[in-house]
């Protein structure tokens, strides 16, 4: 038994993909804030601020006992739907862009989704390392915490808010694979899963629109696609090594809103192919390590936390450059340390902070989720044992 500081890789990589984003936030966001806003340092100045919050928020979560953390889990679920019923009410939910996700605070605006994400995975971790013994049953086991996730997709639906919903839905099921749910009882849940799926995305033109400007961006270029082809502009037009740091063309109201969703074609365009593959390394580094955090995790609490935060910002990362690179349909979701935003650059970099505190644990061996089964008189027996570094 050893004691270990924080996870020097993970707190590297953060530091260094904040620094960027902030460069490139500016860099992105100048002459659209000149034009909009009468101040080419606007998004700058508000980047810096939540920030220089989010590393506070980080340095002090890192050195608070994620079992603390976890232990008030259960409430925090419940604030987290309290308030996410409370923003779709007139008068209290603030609509943007024809979404109502946002609480109006007058000096800025507060996202709720943001936060139910952490509650979700300290929820699950926290009551499955409890009772994990109940995954091997379907509806005993596995539909209760899937009603919880059910209930939480079904508030973000009617912001609506769907990249939320995958995103948490997908982060779920890891975590409860992980803690020993069976294949074959997500195999099952498919079926069902998927005609549920295509109906909503069948029940509004706009979703619609979306897959068929997928299928061919160039055709839909005025519409559905304008913001799929200038994202596509903008990386060809790259290169190897890129216009050069704060030259984008298509920066400059081609592309709407280049310092949120699509700031990776920016970065792709001012720095080129080199760029591009520095920043997809580095949150290549970022999961490794998150990965090895879960690994060496002391208990199996900490290591299905350490998945669960690993996991949001992979895929996060991964659903954002697959959008701008028209990999698949487009959906609203934000590059992580990179993309401009208040309360989702906080609320990651608070949870980077409770990943960091998992990575000062203490553990000889790597932890290892027991999975048990019953045999045919009811007994139960051991059937496996799933290391998280073998996911």
């Known amino acids: 038994m050893r004691k270990r500081e924080y996870d020097f890789w993970i707190l590297f990589t ?15 966001s100048s002459y659209s804030a000149q034009h909009y806003q009468n101040n080419k340092y606007h998004f ?6 939540w920030g220089t919050i989010g590393v506070i928020s980080m340095l002090i979560f890192s050195n608070i006992d994620y079992h603390r953390i976890a232990t008030s889990s259960p409430i ?55 009772n994990s013994d109940r995954l091997n049953y379907f509806f005993t086991g596995l539909v209760p915490y899937l009603l919880v996730v059910g209930v939480t997709a079904g508030l973000l639906y009617f912001e609506p808010h769907m990249s939320a919903i995958i995103l948490i839905t997908l982060v779920s099921v890891i975590i409860l694979f992980c803690a020993g749910a069976k294949i074959r009882h997500f195999i099952a849940l498919a079926v069902p899963v998927g005609i549920v799926g295509w109906e909503l995305i069948m029940s509004k033109p706009y979703r619609v629109d979306r897959i068929m400007a997928f299928m061919d961006p160039f055709k839909y270029s005025q519409d559905e696609g304008f913001q799929v082809v200038n994202s596509l502009y903008a990386i060809a037009s790259g290169s190897v090594f890129g216009r050069g740091l704060g030259r984008s063309l298509q920066k400059n109201l081609y592309l709407p809103e280049p310092h949120n969703d699509f700031i990776f074609a920016i970065l792709a365009e001012e720095l080129g192919f080199v760029g591009a593959v520095t920043v997809i390394i580095l949150f290549m580094l970022f999961i490794w390590r998150g990965i090895k955090v879960a ?14 935060i690993t996991s949001l910002i992979a895929l996060e990362a991964i659903i954002n450059i697959a959008v701008v690179t028209s990999t698949i349909p487009t959906t609203g979701m934000p590059l992580p340390f990179f993309s401009a935003g208040g309360t989702s650059t906080v609320f990651l970099l608070t949870s980077v902070g409770i ?7 203490t553990s000889s061996t790597n932890f290892s989720i027991v999975r048990n089964d019953r045999d045919d008189n009811g ?10 570094g073998e996911l």
């Open 295 to 308: 690994m060496n995790a002391a208990d199996m609490m900490g290591s299905l936390i350490a998945i669960g």
């Open 379 to 388: 007994k139960k027996r051991n059937i496996s044992s799933r290391k998280v």
């Open 14 to 28: 953060v530091l260094v993909m904040l620094a960027m984003g902030t460069v490139m936030v500016f860099s992105a």
């Open 76 to 130: 925090l679920m419940i604030i987290s739907t309290v308030m996410l019923g409370l923003v779709l009410i007139p008068g209290i939910g603030t609509v943007i862009n024809e979404s109502r996700r946002w609480f109006d605070l007058k000096i800025t605006t507060f996202q709720p989704s943001e936060f139910t994400k952490i509650a979700i995975i300290l929820f699950l971790s926290f009551s499955l390392s409890k």
């Open 355 to 361: 990943l960091l505190n998992i990575s000062k644990g």
């Open 44 to 49: 700058l100045i508000r980047q810096l601020l």
